[in-house]
């Protein structure tokens, strides 16, 4: 059996009848097709669309997609069914109110089993009859046709409570990687690499499979058998093969090169594949995958290659700081495994899903009033439609794969990465898809050259930490090497962009043979990465943008540094500098004592102010020493008889030496008396991590609780307003955008097809 479409029609088996293909549609008939064949269920013992009178107004509709009956006869007298099936539209993110939706139902027709769906994630909840409790227990699966007939087997699956945890999910991977270091001899990071690889094979197939088998043993020995008769000795190995699909598949998130293969033996892979079969990457959440990931790099990587991971800790405190809103463009030009964007990408996600939610929430008090509980069944059965409807709807604002979603936008248009280690910009890709997608805008590239969407006045917020310690050499010089030339993205970014991008490729274009620290103003104050990067980024932001980022801490104040604090605030101002433990920070593999420190670039106005500030405090105090340094001058200048020793010419210089220095010094001062503002200072003894990585007490988040209240006391930066109201006009649904002075900025958006 197979589903059939045709003509934007869906054929529904269990109707009898072609239905129009909507996209939760094709959902349930695929996942009947998938009752059907891997778990042996005939029709007779379904049902589609089953109302129950017994759910409460407010509940959301009391209907099922898909009803699992134990025989032909408990169907036909509704006698409570064994299985209820929920499904949403592919790619919709499911959440808890969706699981509560569909378990009303099911605890109410009295079923055991609860299943709920959207091809990407299944899970299955065990059903307390009657009753809807405070949590869902998560169960490992629902029985077969012939299980479904035993009592006890029943009862065995519902006692098997679905223990797939991170800690549980990074604890199997780094056994994976150990498999390929003792098998194949390679190093941590070309292991990491080969779990990589096979663990895109998994997503890949159990993505792309209809029947959502995993990606098991038995299946790769099986398709494998398969390939083998047509195999021509010339040929890939079949896992090869697999890969190549799998390249094929990802090609647009430049995940793997053109000329790559597996380097681990085919012993070796199996091994893998029967160690990560017992789980579906396509139907595991985004969080467990996404966190498991990254404690898995967290040890693969603690100490190697030279550089260090933020703790979370850090990273949710410099996020919280910045607060980033939906619409700010976002970048981190060293991302290494990508945690800034990540967090940033959830951070606003969040919020998104949160407006989502409220606008149900409306939608549920509009329509379920007092006069629902005075219609009859049937009108009652059209009023849920109608909220089902639009609530599938507005779950079309979380499907990536809606151009006008606004998870969509959010995940290509606003988040946008870097790394200078091919094997880190790879690894950022693949946390962030591990984390639900939000990848698009990582590239591998020198964090201090402009790349595609990465260059300057672009960006609302800068969030990083870039390497300590090193230097750029100065004989370091900007090659052909460094050009973009791929021509299709080239024309894809101009179009994108405009005139901006090819001024951004003017940097590396018209550079070169010239030094790399030539292109930054304090190349000539010091060679520090750390120095650079702090220019980079400012560089990067619009005016009035803002930045978090980690350095060394005393950078910004130390005595052989003056130079670079000066520069800093005559383009920004600092709005917080933190202290944190060097502990935080001995767990990831660092040894140098780091602050966090936020500024906010001047916007157009600030920048008019300071600069005027600085003429003003230029002429006052050249002013006062004009006549000396005119004389000093002078004597330097005398020629013949009159000229001066050799000796005085000496004195005059290290005197106008001096006299330029102390001016420098007053100018500086009557500055920061002009374009005085407070700069805040915390220190934190305990920063969720110790130096073993253990979860201590965490005194960042109140100080970002606190810092919250400071910078809305004292307007620091004026947060976008762009807030998106939802209208329901004749049973549809429209999108309303809002700012704060003008109200609505465009006319009722539809943003679903």
């Not at 998938?34 to 589609?48: A, V």
């Not at 103003?521 to 932001?541: A, P, Q, W």
């Not at 500055?671 to 991590?689: C, L, R, S």
């Not at 998106?724 to 900025?745: A, F, H």
């Amino acid at each position: 059996m197979e589903v059939q479409i045709k003509d934007n029609k869906i054929y529904a088996p269990l109707k009898e009848k072609w239905l129009v293909l909507k996209p939760e549609e094709k959902v349930r008939q695929d996942y009947i097709v998938r009752l059907i064949k891997s778990y042996g269920y005939d029709l007779k013992k379904m049902e589609q669309e089953l109302q129950d009178n017994n759910s409460q107004r407010g509940q959301d509709r009391a209907m099922a997609d898909i009803v699992i009956f134990k025989n032909e006869k408990d169907k036909l007298d509704r006698k409570s069914p064994v299985i209820v099936v929920e499904c949403k539209a592919e790619h919709i993110t499911i959440h808890e109110e969706d699981y509560f939706q569909g378990y009303n139902y099911a605890s109410w027709a009295g079923a055991d089993f609860f299943v709920t769906t959207n091809q990407k994630e299944t899970r299955i909840f065990k059903v307390v009859k009657g009753h809807i409790p405070k949590s869902l227990e998560e169960i490992v699966n629902i029985p077969t046709a012939d299980e479904i007939k035993d009592d006890k087997k029943i009862n065995a699956l519902l006692k098997q409570t679905k223990a797939f945890t991170r800690d549980e999910f990074s604890k199997l991977l780094f056994k994976c990687h150990n498999i390929i270091r003792n098998n194949d001899k390679l190093s941590p990071e070309a292991a990491f690499d080969e779990i990589s690889k096979i663990l895109f094979i998994k997503i890949r197939y159990e993505r792309s499979n209809s029947e959502g088998q995993i990606f098991s043993l038995e299946e790769f020995k099986k398709a494998k058998k398969y390939d083998d008769l047509y195999r021509a000795e010339t040929d890939l190995p079949f896992y090869q093969k697999l890969f190549e699909l799998t390249k094929k598949d990802f090609k647009d998130d430049d995940l793997f090169e053109d000329s790559e293969t597996i380097r681990i033996r085919e012993n070796s892979f199996e091994a893998i594949v029967k160690e990560l079969e017992i789980y579906n990457l396509s139907t595991t959440s985004d969080d467990v995958k996404g966190i498991a990931f990254e404690q898995f790099l967290g040890r693969t990587f603690r100490g190697e290659l030279g550089q260090f991971f933020t703790p979370r800790t850090v990273v949710d405190f410099m996020v919280d700081v910045l607060d980033p809103q939906e619409g700010e463009v976002i970048c981190d030009p060293c991302c290494g495994s990508g945690g800034f964007l990540i967090k940033a990408f959830e951070f606003v996600r969040s919020k998104i899903e949160d407006e989502i939610q409220e606008a149900k929430e409306i939608i549920k008090a509009q329509y379920y009033t007092d006069a629902y509980d005075k219609m009859s069944e049937a009108k009652k059965a059209e009023v849920d439609e109608t909220v089902t409807d639009l609530f599938t709807k507005l779950n079309a604002e979380l499907d990536i794969n809606n151009s006008k979603s606004r998870l969509r936008v959010l995940s290509y248009d606003c988040i946008f990465g870097t790394d200078a280690n091919p094997r880190m910009s790879r690894t950022a890709k693949m946390n962030m898809i591990m984390h639900g997608d939000g990848h698009g805008g990582v590239h591998h590239n020198d964090g201090l050259l402009n790349v595609n969407g990465i260059f300057e006045n672009r960006f609302d917020i800068i969030l990083t930490n870039p390497p300590f310690g090193a230097r750029v050499e100065k004989s370091l010089k900007i090659t052909e090497a460094d050009k973009y030339t791929d021509a299709a993205r080239i024309l894809k970014y101009r179009e994108r962009y405009g005139k901006a991008y090819d001024e951004a490729l003017k940097q590396v274009n018209n550079n070169i043979g010239k030094s790399l620290i030539s292109l930054y103003k304090t190349g000539s104050m010091s060679t520090l990465t750390e120095v650079l990067f702090i220019e980079r980024c400012l560089n990067l932001l619009k005016p009035g943008g803002r930045m978090g980022i980690v350095l060394p801490e005393g950078v910004l104040n130390n005595a052989n540094l003056q130079k670079i604090r000066d520069f800093v605030e005559s383009k920004a101002k600092i709005v917080l500098i933190t202290s944190i433990p060097q502990d935080v920070f001995i767990a990831s593999g660092a040894t140098v004592k780091p602050s966090l420190l936020f500024f906010k670039k001047f916007t157009e106005e600030e920048t008019k102010e300071y600069k005027n500030i600085s003429a003003k405090a230029e002429k006052k105090v050249k002013a006062k020493v004009a006549d000396e340094i005119t004389e000093i001058n002078r004597k330097l200048l005398l020629k013949g008889k009159e000229a001066i020793s050799a000796d005085e010419k000496k004195q005059l210089k290290v005197q106008l030496k001096q006299i330029n220095e102390k001016m420098a010094d007053e100018i500086k001062a009557e500055i920061k008396e002009a374009f005085n503002y407070q700069i805040p200072i915390a220190e934190v003894e305990k920063a969720g991590i110790s130096t073993t990585g253990a979860k201590i007490e965490n005194e960042l988040e109140p100080l970002a609780e606190e810092f919250k209240k400071y910078r809305a006391e004292n307007h620091l930066w004026k947060n976008v307003f762009s807030e998106v109201k939802y209208q329901v006009i004749e049973n549809n649904i429209y999108r309303i955008p809002l700012t704060e002075n003008s109200g609505v900025v465009s006319e009722p958006e539809i943003f679903y097809n």
